[in-house]
């Protein structure tokens, strides 16, 4: 079996489930992870042989994609704001609409020295570290309350040599009186209702952590209100928060914030239209 092959047989099998898409690039990351190819490498070697080797460890792969589980964690690995990050079942695996959440903050304050930022329910660190890369000299504190995330998230900004001071911490505990201390509070905490997990393919909810992803049905916006109330007290003048929120609950969070105190709530859409983030300013 040539190269060529042996991608097109892995990418009809996985065609079966998924979209033409996930699928193509399911098997670029396992030649990437397995032999370190781009795609121009498959292609420039498409007619050249697979090894026996090759061929056992892209089927092995491919059957445990196709049994639910996340290519990134077979590989520990993922991929983010042009950034590999290590991922373990401790974190999530890093969505393009958070890729998105860093791409408006890095638009809004590239050309701001210093910045204090702070990271609530920062996971595999994937938003701080992207922020300690591209922001010029920021100083990025991050919190989590899973111990297994924190050491990821310490993992990375190590890898990839960046300053950022984690610290294991409760949202539902920040302090209150809280002293203006930060330009960018930034959050992408649980906000998946847990009626919504019955539309959720199963790859996300037989492996992913439920506590980072879920809040309960009767209470959508748990996490959300203590970042509020925290970071109205904690940014410096002329600071902003900045959210990545459910669409569902787009306007209702809009309307606390503002009861909250906010004079500036600005709900910010995603590539696919969706009422996805928050832009605030006291």
């Not at 491919?62 to 373990?88: C, S």
């Not at 649980?190 to 909810?205: C, D, F, G, R, T």
Request: glycine residues 4%; proline residues 5%; charged residues 25%.
């Amino acid at each position: 079996m040539t190269i060529s092959q042996l991608f097109e047989t892995a990418r009809r099998r996985l065609a079966k489930r998924f979209s033409a898409g996930e699928s193509r690039e399911t098997v670029i990351l396992i030649f990437e992870n397995l032999k370190h190819w781009s795609m121009t490498d498959i292609l420039v070697k498409g007619d050249e042989e697979a090894s026996q080797w090759l061929e056992q460890q892209v089927d092995s792969v491919v059957t445990r994609v196709l049994d639910n589980e996340p290519v990134q964690y077979i590989f520990g690995n993922a991929h983010f704001y042009g950034l590999i990050l290590k991922v373990t079942p401790d974190v999530l695996i890093p969505r393009p609409e958070t890729a998105e959440l860093v791409d408006i903050i890095v638009d809004d304050n590239r050309d701001v020295a210093d910045l204090r930022v702070f990271d609530i329910a920062t996971g595999s660190g994937c938003i701080a570290v992207a922020l300690a890369r591209n922001l010029k000299f920021a100083k990025v504190d991050a919190i989590d309350i899973s111990s297994g995330a924190i050491e990821v998230a310490r993992e990375n900004a190590a890898k990839l040599n960046v300053n950022v001071n984690f610290r294991l911490e409760d949202i539902l505990k920040l302090p209150a009186d809280q002293h203006p201390t930060y330009d960018i509070i930034v959050s992408n905490p649980p906000y998946i209702a847990l009626k919504e997990s019955q539309q959720m393919e199963a790859n996300v909810l037989d492996h992913e952590p439920a506590e980072a992803l879920f809040v309960p049905d009767n209470d959508p916006l748990k996490f959300y209100r203590p970042i509020s109330r925290y970071a109205l007290k904690a940014l410096n003048e002329g600071g902003h928060l900045y959210l990545e929120i459910n669409p569902v609950y787009a306007t209702e969070l809009r309307s606390e914030m503002i009861a909250d105190g906010w004079d500036d709530v600005e709900i910010l859409t995603d590539m696919q239209g969706r009422r996805r983030f928050i832009v605030a300013e006291p």
